[in-house]
């Protein structure tokens, strides 16, 4: 974890940067927001924690300008909460208070690295695989993870990372599918100041900040053809070119590539060059879907489960043995990351003791949540909600009072709502909880603006305003 603390934090910089040192982070100190971007170029960071003062909502803008994803923590002492919440607003993902708490530090820390490092598995099928990773870690031979998309293929390459000789050096990961192409080799090599327009400083690439480290190259199959031949090179000479430069820069990382897409066939299809394919593909690591490892969704429910307890501040609730056998039935096309997002809305809706059947909805193919096909049909036809569950001994009468004589639709809009103020009306984040596309979640507020249902608007808490 590289830290950078940004302004002088009313001398609480020795103590919050500390107690993030003891809790494993490399930590730089930026003065202001200028430093910080120049070290950004220079050496990259994983989070920022910049001084409230500093005016955050001004500060995210730059960082977006220069294709900087890094997520940003607000700190300050004695700020009221209107100059916390706009932080917020304006794209911070957390605010702490100073002097600085230990715990809390720890746990932002945790937060950030958590979804991407958590190893979780017990199933057989995955034993194997992960049995294998370890044998091939400590090599420098070159990996290529395959599987479907969300089955865990980042989770796998920080496991063979942390494995590794370089596990104490830097893992940086780049989305090849998430960066537009034409900034796509400037991201991975660098570029120097005037190199194109808006290259209005030197900034070093992927390729530098992992150097000494381990590079993944996420979802490498959307790589086009044209950048290939340069990856190429650079894999193989160890030197990468920034865009403007004048001489190679020589670097010493280890590459781990993934994909959801079959290479062979893409290299059939002239899509993949072959070179590149067998540079990469001088180990394999599949890993299998959620579905061919059943003891697997046990474990990373009750995983997601208690993650999401935490983070809501909710009562923690068990697992029911009939909502995990739902869980198990189901085919999961969105593996562990639909899991995930269906724990998520568990524990937002569970009542009673346990987190019981009622409580589990899945997007169906419309991206419509309802419940899973093997409770629907007990309902026999109805268009509500259950009452089987109001009579198990595992749900409370409160919970029967919430569901019974509601409509799937009317559930469904009251997790939304709720989802959207929790999210303070933050739409991109609302969506990813419930595990719908954005472009669901907009048309389905848009219906209830036009029911006279106050919808909350970013910011907001519950106000209705126009999308």
């Known amino acids: 974890m590289r830290l950078l603390i940004v302004g002088t934090l009313n001398g609480q910089l020795g103590a919050a940067s500390k107690i993030a040192m003891d809790r494993g982070a490399q930590v730089t100190h930026a003065p202001d927001a200028d430093m910080a971007l ?13 001084e409230i003062s500093l005016d955050i909502p001004s500060i995210i803008p730059k960082l977006r300008a220069e294709h900087f994803s890094i997520p940003v923590v607000a700190c300050g002492i004695g700020t009221d909460p209107q100059t916390a919440a706009a932080a917020i607003r304006g794209g911070a993902k957390e605010y702490i208070p100073l002097p600085p708490d230990a715990e809390l530090i720890a746990a932002v820390l945790e937060a950030v690295t958590e ?4 190893f979780i598995y017990r199933d057989a099928v995955m034993k194997e695989v992960a049995a294998l990773a370890e044998r091939i870690a400590p090599s420098e031979a070159s990996v290529l993870i395959t599987g479907e998309s969300g089955t865990g293929k980042e989770v796998m390459a920080r496991f063979v990372h942390q494995k590794s000789h370089r596990t104490n050096k830097p ?3 780049v989305n090849c599918a998430a960066i537009p192409e034409n900034l796509l080799e400037s991201e991975l090599f660098g570029h120097e100041k005037g190199a194109f327009t808006g290259a209005v400083a030197r900034r070093i690439g992927k390729f530098e900040e992992a150097d000494g480290g381990t590079l993944l190259l996420d979802e490498i199959s959307e790589m086009d053809v044209r950048l290939q031949a340069k990856l190429l090179r650079a894999i193989q000479e160890r030197q990468i070119d920034r865009v403007g430069g004048s001489k190679p820069v020589n670097v010493d990382i280890r590459i781990i590539a993934t994909s959801n897409r079959n290479l062979q066939d893409a290299v059939k299809d002239g899509d993949f060059r072959e070179d590149l394919f067998f540079r990469l593909n001088v180990f394999n690591l599949r890993v299998p879907p959620l579905r061919e490892r059943p003891e697997d969704i046990a474990a990373l429910a009750a995983h997601f489960a208690e993650k999401y307890t935490e983070v809501n501040q909710v009562e923690k609730r068990p697992i029911s043995a009939d909502a995990m056998n739902v869980l198990k039935a189901h085919a999961w096309p969105g593996n562990v990351r639909e899991l995930e997002n269906a724990m998520h809305r ?3 809706l569970a ?5 019981s059947t009622s409580a589990i909805m899945l997007p169906d193919a419309s991206g419509n949540l309802t419940m899973p096909s093997s409770l629907s049909e007990s309902t026999a036809g109805s ?5 089987t569950d109001a009579t198990d001994p595992h749900s409370s009468e409160d919970a029967a009072v919430k569901m019974v004589g509601k409509t799937v639709a009317e559930v469904e809009r009251e997790l939304i709502i709720d989802t959207l103020k929790h999210c303070l009306g933050n739409r991109t984040h609302a969506a990813n909880i419930l595990g719908i596309s954005i472009r669901t979640l907009r048309n389905k507020l848009n219906q209830y603006n036009a029911d006279g249902v106050p919808v909350p608007q970013p910011g907001d808490t519950g106000q209705r305003a126009p999308l």
Do not use: E, H, K, Y
Request: proline share 3%; no cysteine.
């Open 171 to 173: 893992f940086v990961a």
């Open 115 to 118: 979804d991407s490092q958590s």
């Open 346 to 348: 568990s524990v937002l």
């Open 383 to 387: 268009s509500t909600v259950s009452s």
């Open 38 to 50: 120049a070290i950004l170029r220079n050496r990259g960071a994983d989070l920022l924690m910049i």
């Open 351 to 355: 009542n009673g003791p346990d987190i």
